[in-house]
């Protein structure tokens, strides 16, 4: 946690000396959402491919102090815009000492803090909150109960002594406690109609009704959801009082283009080996690729994750390769992308009449966007040095555990290896590992558009020949 900084007020007097201002969490969010865009700073920090969709939305909303729910498939990064919005929040706040409920010294809501406050006046002590406590989340689900969004009775509290009407017998909720913050409910019509009921009264009616007791709770709050829009209907399973609460649905979406589809898998990859440009784009048209077919459950959707966790995997087998052959250098090829058909096929829902074909689906893909991504840099360049080698007879072998080094020497020096490595972003000085990652997507791009052909042994290797014998 962020060490509170010296200096600031310790009371309410002091508070008050300092020209503190007391604000709602929504007029806060307003203004320094305002002070951002006139200073130029960025708003939603690493959130990539909305900028020109869904962001200006979410900053109307915000500037109309409206609580919103963002709808969209899986990993369209929904949580992740959400967490961004404490950045808009100061990033310190007072709040009276001890509330359990993060009240406002200006502005306390409970019977016990209104206590404290008559009793001290100017002398109320006060502390200090940083933004990064002041976000509540609650992933919805069957079993979630009203007291762990809203409250419930402790039962110790009541064997001290204190009545069921007294308010200091409850233990509040998750809801409560985000009070003069944001709270976030993921996959919100997921949440039992009993529990949404319970929402509602606290967001609509500002109160808490616990076990036939009624406490008048005027929480502060920007409440802030998220749902897939196949739920997220009337005939859905949300009630309708609590979607009219909402004053913005939004909709996000997957990356527009190849670009930020490219950028999202830079920012949010945790690489343990370099992977080329164009292995990356690979995985980027796979994932789109994958998202578009028919053979795969549109409703689901197919997750920015996919691509990320494809670029993971992809690394991890380069250095598995550098461990178990002592290359110094790991550097990622295309054939290590084969092994993501197999480790990512969980990450897709599949159509119904597609079961048992789900390798296959989506090997054809990966083979498709490898060949879209070879004549997308490739095209047009003599490649005819690669197809001389294996002309008369000769065999090319790669695969998982064949070493740059090995590759490279097979190959030898190819008129036309230089331009393709350039072309590929390769070109500067590359290394051998690099070079060789090169020449195996300039191996398998002349197979895939039917001037190699190419065999798998038994043990996974690739042996590349010339195209005639393949069509024998």
Request: proline residues 5%.
């Amino acid at each position: 946690m962020t060490n509170t900084p010296e200096g600031l007020p310790r009371t309410l007097g002091e508070l008050r000396a300092a020209g503190h201002r007391y604000r709602t969490v929504k007029e806060e969010l307003r203004e320094n959402l305002l002070a951002r865009m006139r200073s130029g700073e960025q708003r939603f920090p690493g959130i990539v491919g909305y900028d020109d969709t869904v962001l200006p939305e979410v900053e109307r909303a915000l500037l109309a102090g409206h609580d919103m729910v963002l709808l969209g498939e899986r990993g369209q990064g929904k949580t992740r815009l959400i967490r961004t919005l404490i950045e808009l929040l100061d990033e310190w706040t007072p709040v009276i000492a001890g509330s359990e409920l993060n009240e406002h010294p200006m502005h306390p809501i409970s019977p016990g803090s209104v206590r404290l406050a008559e009793e001290f006046g100017d002398a109320l002590r006060v502390t200090w909150l940083h933004r990064s406590q002041r976000y509540g989340e609650k992933l919805a689900t069957p079993d979630t109960s009203v007291g762990d969004l809203i409250g419930d009775v402790d039962p110790i509290r009541i064997a001290q002594g204190r009545t069921l009407g007294d308010p200091e017998t409850i233990h509040f909720g998750l809801v409560p406690r985000t009070n003069r913050g944001v709270f976030a409910v993921n996959e919100l019509p997921d949440l039992a109609e009993r529990i949404q009921v319970s929402l509602l009264n606290v967001l609509e009616e500002r109160d808490v009704q616990i076990r036939g007791y009624q406490l008048r709770l005027p929480l502060d709050l920007f409440l802030v959801a998220s749902a897939n829009p196949e739920d997220y209907t009337n005939r859905g399973r949300i009630i309708t009082p609590l979607k009219d609460r909402f004053g913005a649905e939004i909709r996000t979406h997957y990356p527009i283009d190849l670009e930020l589809e490219l950028d999202l898998i830079r920012q949010e990859a945790a690489l343990v080996a370099p992977v080329p440009e164009h292995v990356l784009e690979v995985l980027a048209r796979f994932a789109r690729n994958v998202r578009e077919s028919p053979s795969v459950d549109q409703r689901s959707g197919v997750s920015a994750r996919f691509a990320i966790a494809a670029a993971e995997t992809v690394a991890a087998s380069a250095l598995r390769r550098a461990g178990l052959l002592g290359e110094a250098e790991p550097v990622a090829r295309i054939g290590d992308t084969v092994s993501v058909t197999s480790t990512l096929r969980g990450k897709v829902e599949f159509e119904s009449g597609e079961e048992g074909r789900e390798s296959e689906i989506l090997a054809h893909l990966l083979r498709a966007a490898t060949a879209e991504t070879f004549r997308a840099h490739l095209a047009g360049l003599d490649l005819s040095g690669f197809t001389a080698l294996v002309a008369e007879g000769g065999v090319i072998e790669t695969g998982d555990l064949v070493a740059a080094d090995d590759l490279l020497r097979q190959v030898g020096t190819v008129p036309g290896l230089a331009k393709a490595l350039e072309r590929l972003g390769l070109g500067d000085g590359p290394s051998r590992s690099e070079a060789a990652a090169g020449v195996e997507f300039v191996l398998e791009g002349l197979h895939l558009t039917r001037r190699l052909a190419k065999d798998l042994t038994d043990d996974g290797r690739a042996r590349y020949r010339g195209a005639e014998r393949g069509r024998g």
